[in-house]
């Protein structure tokens, strides 16, 4: 470093949805950041805090710990005044009076989209995907969701337990927002017998009839994962399948938020830990305006334009191996 250069200050905010893996990814952009000579100030509450100016220096020790943490120790918001350009004015304004040269923004599509409106104004950002749907394109998979996936199945274990003591089918309901990738995925590796996803349409007779051949077939148990935006209420499923009597008695399971906490599995440190290094590295070269993706063995950067332009979609072949599977 020149002598009348000062070392790069590098801003890390979380934003959105949390995502269990945000924490180790926060710790491993402070620690490569200081490693390669930078300070790094943590944002509080995410867009919302860059607005207000909720900063605060980040050492190596503040970080010591998170790395088995689920959530996020900066915290996070959905920030409806950063999506007018009044608010990101103000965010700017506030990094300048901090001389904050780049950010990394950890988040899904909304805190993506975001950071690309930051680089459009001139700001140096690099954003991370941490989402536990999957929805993110430009990634084969984003922080978040091996955590997820992994609470969803352990889930799934406990209620075969009871289910199969019953007789039960049990209607399970996942998170995902517009996207089935939790509910496909979840649907394969719990063994379920089908899937309710918004990319695919599936009658009520067509599902009963799924529930009820399994139960002519002798399982002692059935499971129907639906994804929050399937177009079916879980509830109103459940009743429905109970009045037209498919052979089991129907109970239903909503797992929710348990779905975003937990520690995070070491797919999910190790994927984090990655993309923060490679964030600060983009920053500290000059790169801005990508998201880290993996892709195939490595960490490669995406243009954020192109990352928002598109959404990653469901592999349909996923799909149709819970149907192949559950025979
Ligand atoms: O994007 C993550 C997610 O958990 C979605 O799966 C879900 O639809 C949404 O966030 C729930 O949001 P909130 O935490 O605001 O209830």
Request: one cysteine or more; hydrophobic letters at 40%; proline letters at 2%.
């Amino acid at each position: 470093m020149a002598l009348d250069q000062r070392p790069m200050k590098i801003g890390v905010l979380t934003s959105g949805g949390d995502a269990p893996g945000m924490n180790p990814c926060i710790r491993a952009v402070v620690r490569t950041g200081i490693a390669r000579g930078a300070r790094v100030i943590g944002i509080n509450n995410g867009y919302e805090g860059l607005i207000n100016g909720e900063f605060r220096e980040l050492g190596a020790r503040d970080v010591g710990g998170i790395l088995v943490r689920g959530g996020t120790f900066l915290q996070t918001k959905r920030s409806m005044a950063f999506r007018e350009p009044r608010g990101q004015r103000e965010a700017i304004r506030k990094m300048n009076e901090v001389g904050m040269d780049g950010l990394v923004v950890i988040g899904g599509d909304g805190s993506l989209t975001g950071a690309l409106a930051l680089h459009r104004q001139g700001i140096k950002v690099v954003g991370v995907p941490g989402s536990i749907d999957n929805d993110i394109w430009g990634t084969n998979i984003s922080i978040g969701v091996d955590t997820a996936m992994n609470t969803i199945m352990d889930a799934v274990d406990k209620l075969r337990d009871t289910a199969s003591s019953h007789g039960r089918v049990f209607l399970v309901e996942t998170m995902g927002r517009g996207s089935g990738y939790l509910a496909v995925m979840a649907g394969i590796v719990s063994g379920a017998e089908i899937v309710l996803i918004p990319e695919t349409k599936v009658t009520l007779d067509e599902i009963a009839r799924v529930v009820e051949s399994a139960y002519l077939r002798g399982k002692t148990h059935a499971f129907i994962i639906n994804a929050e935006g399937s177009g079916y209420k879980t509830n109103d499923l459940a009743q429905a399948l109970e009045d037209m009597d498919v052979g089991y008695q129907t109970r239903v399971t909503i797992l929710g938020h348990i779905q975003r906490g937990g520690s995070p599995t070491a797919y999910d440190r190790l994927l984090a830990s990655r993309m923060g290094v490679k964030a600060v590295d983009a920053l500290l070269s000059g790169i801005s305006g990508v998201m880290t993706g993996l892709k195939g063995r490595g960490i490669d950067y995406i243009p954020l334009e192109e990352v928002i332009a598109n959404k990653r979609e469901v592999n349909m072949e996923y799909y149709e191996m819970v149907n192949l599977l559950a025979q």
